[in-house]
């Protein structure tokens, strides 16, 4: 095989004119390129299927916290605020303690970890936080339930696909970490006044 | 649609991609829809199946996002995805203990290709058959054992520019041209019995 030859094959597989080529050469050239384009499009992955592959690594781009910087911001504010909250309720725990006599809560722990997948959400007021939540639920077309156990409200979404947008904004404003599967368990609680 | 001029387009949504915060997905997002569909393809010729394709895609996007901070740019970035894509699809073969066919070393390949032509002399072309068909058929069977070669026709017939080609198989671009010379040679020996097509025609 000369090396002009080998150009006028490897130019008629990749389906360019030559007019001054073999014509077996290109022939057999035309054929396997033919060939070679029917076992191709065996194996060819629509754009369906590219999108369903991006929407999976998006996922787990984001539960192994390699999705974008702000996630680490978001968690830094979230932590900070259970931070915060603590310090406020044992704060205000033993004043009241000291003056009112109402019962400490003794595990800062308790406050910031919940049980579980469970994260706890402390409002001033627990209803009008829950039907804050709820609404925006309802608006993004996400199915939940609604538990209550003494002074707490237990609210559990389901489907909670934090790829979207708008769930991710959801999450983010209300300041909701990102769910490994996709459910969500909030505890709400709540805040003592001062 | 072959990767030609997107060489600034793939630097562009790399950046990004190390740029972090909302543009990172947006990077990801691109460099995905440009480098997914021809790695699996390219896993697909090394004989893997769909199912073990798209799952060292996704292993393969998230070892770039993950390491995207050790590019330097010594090489192209075309070469670094693709070391990475070819480093997953190895690992792949490590844990399964699968070694594919253009691993073979000179004499290994040599003994494979002999066997491979001698038994092709005995199979005689269909009456009825066309010069395609039996190209076809004799594709496809190149295909089943030299993966990688086969692979690389498809990059020449898609019109993958020497570079990109260069790239996908970690070699330099002389080198490429030596090698897409001796995939050549490999093919049209297995394309042998379709000559009586074109003596035919």
């Known amino acids: ?194 | 649609m072959p990767m030609t001029d997107t060489t600034i387009d793939d630097q562009n949504n790399f950046n990004l991609i190390r740029q972090g915060g909302k543009m990172r997905d947006k990077g990801v997002a691109a460099l995905y829809r440009r480098y997914a569909p021809h790695f699996r393809k390219f896993y697909l010729y090394q004989g893997l199946s769909s199912a073990d394709a798209e799952d060292i895609v996704q292993e393969t996007f998230v070892k770039i996002v993950r390491h995207c901070d050790t590019f330097t740019g010594d090489s192209p970035l075309a070469a670094w995805l693709w070391r990475i894509a070819r480093n997953c699809m190895n690992d792949h073969f490590r844990r399964t203990k699968v070694r594919p066919t253009d691993n073979l070393d000179d004499e290994e390949w040599s003994a494979l290709e002999l066997e491979s032509v001698t038994m092709r002399t005995y199979d005689s072309p269909p009456a009825n058959g066309t010069l395609e068909d039996c190209v076809e058929r004799g594709f496809n069977e190149f295909a089943k054992v030299f993966g990688e070669r086969a692979h690389v026709l498809s990059m020449v017939m898609e019109g993958f520019d020497t570079a990109h080609i260069a790239a996908t198989i970690q070699r330099s671009p002389g080198a490429t041209r030596e090698y897409i010379s001796q995939c050549r040679k490999r093919i049209e020996s297995f394309l042998q019995p379709c000559k009586e097509y074109l003596s035919a025609a």
């Open chain 1, 1 to 194: 095989m000369n090396k002009d030859e080998d150009q006028d094959w490897l130019d008629a597989l990749a389906g360019k004119q030559n007019a001054n080529a073999d014509p077996e050469v290109a022939r057999r050239a035309a054929a396997l390129r033919q060939a070679i384009q029917r076992h191709n499009a065996a194996m060819k992955s629509g754009e369906a299927d590219v999108e369903i592959g991006l929407h999976k690594l998006k996922f787990r781009l984001r539960r192994e916290d390699l999705s974008g910087g702000e996630r680490h911001t978001f968690l830094s504010n979230r932590y900070f605020q259970f931070a915060m909250a603590a310090t406020v309720v044992l704060t205000v725990g033993l004043t009241m303690r000291l003056y009112l006599h109402e019962q400490l809560i003794q595990n800062e722990a308790e406050i910031m970890r919940g049980g579980g997948d469970r994260q706890i959400v402390l409002a001033p007021d627990p209803e009008a936080r829950l039907k804050q939540l709820t609404s925006e639920l309802d608006r993004l077309g996400i199915k939940y339930q609604i538990e209550r156990k003494e002074r707490k409200i237990l609210l559990k979404a389901h489907g909670v696909d934090p790829v979207k947008d708008d769930v991710a904004t959801f999450l983010e404003q209300n300041q909701i970490k990102t769910p490994v599967g996709m459910d969500v368990e909030l505890d709400i609680r709540p805040m003592a006044k001062p």
